[in-house]
């Protein structure tokens, strides 16, 4: 059967990566949080004093160190989920916290740090038989990926997804904070100038606000149905 090119974008916190690991997993394709890319990167400046004390990035350090950084996935055989290392080292779970929410997307505006992680995630859906979430996946990274889809909801439904998932990890979290870290990501992801996030013209658009996983997830596999010709 032909292997095509799955691109999800969408907001943040609205649910892409649960249906696009569900469905890499369904359909025997892999799956890639470019998402975790970015956050791994912002882990490594966190980690490395690379924010300035007035919270900016000390972009020329990390121009010079970009290429050196090493991101890679292993696969959890307990939960057959890929889960991100930084240099070897699986930084799964601390790439998730609010500290690293809360700046990833100074991060993720620079143009430099697009350019290096574009290019390795192109690189890894060359075979095809990918299935890539993020915010510019349908527009820069795959611009010919047979299907194409756009998530959204509303924020306040966004937040106490998020909220619920931290929560249920045992982290300590206020929804109010949640919320604004939601609405302030969305902004600087929209605004930026280095491929902000919208949706590709040829995309399909998911509003999954009153939708169930399961809803969601048939809706998704039918999709790839009618992409695939299967
Ligand atoms: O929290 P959520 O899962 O929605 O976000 P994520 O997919 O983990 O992405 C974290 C942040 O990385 C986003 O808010 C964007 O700033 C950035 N990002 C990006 O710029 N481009 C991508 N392809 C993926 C993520």
Do not use: H
Request: proline share 2%; glycine share 6%; hydrophobic share 40%.
């Amino acid at each position: 059967m032909k292997k095509i090119t799955i691109a999800i974008d969408g907001f943040s916190s609205c649910g892409k990566s649960t249906m696009a690991k569900d469905l890499a997993k369904e359909i025997g394709y892999i799956y890639i949080d470019s998402g975790a890319m970015y956050r791994a990167v912002t882990l490594y400046c966190i980690e490395n004093n690379l924010f300035n004390p007035d919270g900016s990035v000390n972009s020329a350090e990390l121009e010079k160190r970009i290429d050196s950084i090493r991101i890679s996935f292993v696969l959890n055989k307990e939960t057959s989920r890929p889960e991100t290392c930084l240099d070897g080292v699986n930084v799964e779970s601390r790439i998730r916290t609010m500290d690293v929410s809360s700046r990833v997307s100074l991060v993720a505006a620079l143009g430099f740090v697009r350019e290096a992680l574009v290019r390795q995630q192109q690189e890894m859906g060359k075979a095809k038989g990918i299935v890539m979430d993020g915010r510019d996946i349908g527009t820069v990274v795959f611009p010919d990926a047979e299907l194409k889809i756009f998530v959204t909801a509303s924020a306040e439904i966004r937040a106490q997804r998020r909220y619920d998932e931290l929560k249920a990890k045992g982290q300590e979290v206020s929804f109010d904070e949640i919320l604004n870290n939601v609405q302030e990501r969305d902004r600087i992801d929209q605004t930026r100038e280095v491929s902000p996030l919208r949706k590709a013209d040829d995309a399909i658009v998911l509003d999954n606000s009153n939708m169930t996983i399961a809803e969601q997830k048939e809706w998704l596999k039918n999709e790839f149905q009618r992409a695939a010709n299967v």
